[in-house]
């Protein structure tokens, strides 16, 4: 399954408790597109958010983030990795 | 040990060789800022990559990346993880 990074911007504050919140919400439904979640990163002084996932397509990745509250559009297919 | 995710752009069209060159050439002198290089994720579409370390302060981060022949700006200390 390939792996995706998308990128979200504005979650300025963030805290640890919000951030799994999101993630929780995310985990709840991402069987609905074959997403698997596997690690989130957040920064609130900058606001930026990174999060990992195995997904089929990025369209996978868009629909799960939207339903859970999050839509994104930048969404990276990384397929090369060290 | 902070986290911190550094993001690259323009790196289009990079190859896992040239991930893996950059890779070991900060790894090569990563201990000299006593920086962990623990994982880069690229996107050879849209030129992103993304690389996950343990450092001490953002100026570990710059200095080693700058050494090491890519210079980065976007630093971002990543303490909310889920």
Known sequence: MPEYMD????MD???QEQLLEAHNAN???Q???LLNCKHAWADPASGMVFCLSDAPNPE???KIR???G???EEVYPV???A
Request: proline share 8%; charged share 30%.
């Open 7 to 10: 990128v979200h911007r504005g």
């Open 13 to 15: 504050g963030i805290t």
């Open 27 to 29: 985990l709840a439904i």
């Open 31 to 33: 069987d609905d597109e």
């Open 60 to 62: 996978a990745v868009k």
């Open 66 to 68: 939207e339903r859970a």
């Open 70 to 72: 999050h839509p994104v």
């Open 79 to 81: 397929p090369v990795q």
